[in-house]
């Protein structure tokens, strides 16, 4: 059954000079939250590289969270919480990968240095999914289980605004231009297909 997926997007201009935000919420045409949706924004130049740690863990034979987001050159890690051997692979373009039976945390992270979707998923138990969506900016967020989500600190300029869903009908996320002043408020609305989306995991 599809669903249609509706953001409703403010970019607000906070007091500080050359930095805005971009408050995001989605949700449904029946006005139930959406989380999980990814937005980020890409310059139209370089964009900065920002240090960030991140980690994908395996508790109660589920990975959390369901979604992650990352800047392309991250490094991930994937501590196995449970008692029990999992094995995390992925067979995505971005990054086919494979830590075989493990507990614990893996020594070395994964350097996710290409964008795009990267399915996770474990070869012992087969109802493990997640997603890792690596993005070419460090302006990025992920709406919460209120569908809401913020991105902080943008310099003033011109940006392509993209949305991504991974139970998302396109093939590709929707994209919105915008330029950004340090004095002015740009609303921006638009909806997309979405499938069958699966239950947030609870730690």
Same mark, same amino acid.
């Given at each position: 059954?599809?669903?249609?997926?509706?953001?409703?997007?403010?970019?607000?201009?906070?007091?500080?000079?050359?930095?805005?935000?971009?408050?995001?919420?989605?949700?449904?045409?029946?006005?139930?939250? *959406? &989380?999980?949706?990814?937005?980020?924004?890409? $310059?139209?130049? =370089?964009?900065?590289?920002?240090?960030?740690? @991140?980690?994908? %863990?395996?508790?109660?034979?589920?990975?959390?969270?369901?979604?992650?987001?990352?800047?392309?050159?991250?490094?991930?890690?994937?501590?196995?919480?449970?008692?029990?051997?999992?094995?995390?692979?992925?067979?995505?373009?971005?990054?086919?990968?494979?830590?075989?039976?493990?507990?614990?945390?893996?020594?070395?992270?994964?350097?996710?240095?290409?964008?795009?979707?990267?399915?996770?998923?474990?070869?012992?138990?087969?109802?493990? *999914? &997640?997603?890792?969506?690596?993005?070419?900016? $460090?302006?990025? =967020?992920?709406?919460?289980?209120?569908?809401? @989500?913020?991105? %902080?600190?943008?310099?003033?300029?011109?940006?392509?605004?993209?949305?991504?869903?991974?139970?998302?009908?396109?093939?590709?996320?929707?994209?919105?231009?915008?330029?950004?002043?340090?004095?002015?408020?740009?609303?921006?609305?638009?909806?997309?297909?979405?499938?069958?989306?699966?239950?947030?995991?609870?730690?």
């Amino acid at each position: 059954m599809r669903n249609a997926l509706r953001l409703l997007a403010l970019l607000a201009v906070p007091g500080t000079l050359h930095a805005a935000t971009l408050e995001v919420e989605a949700r449904s045409p029946e006005g139930a939250a *959406i &989380a999980d949706a990814v937005a980020y924004a890409l $310059p139209r130049g =370089a964009a900065p590289f920002r240090k960030r740690e @991140a980690q994908v %863990e395996q508790v109660d034979k589920q990975f959390v969270p369901l979604v992650s987001v990352v800047q392309t050159g991250t490094a991930v890690q994937f501590p196995n919480r449970d008692q029990i051997r999992h094995h995390v692979y992925s067979f995505s373009p971005p990054k086919p990968f494979e830590l075989k039976l493990y507990v614990g945390t893996p020594v070395a992270p994964l350097v996710f240095d290409k964008p795009g979707e990267v399915v996770l998923g474990c070869n012992i138990h087969d109802h493990m *999914i &997640a997603y890792v969506y690596v993005v070419d900016t $460090p302006y990025f =967020a992920k709406t919460g289980a209120d569908g809401k @989500a913020r991105i %902080e600190g943008l310099p003033a300029g011109e940006y392509d605004v993209k949305l991504w869903h991974y139970a998302q009908g396109l093939p590709a996320p929707d994209t919105r231009a915008v330029k950004l002043r340090a004095d002015e408020t740009v609303p921006a609305a638009w909806t997309i297909s979405v499938r069958r989306m699966l239950p947030r995991p609870e730690r």
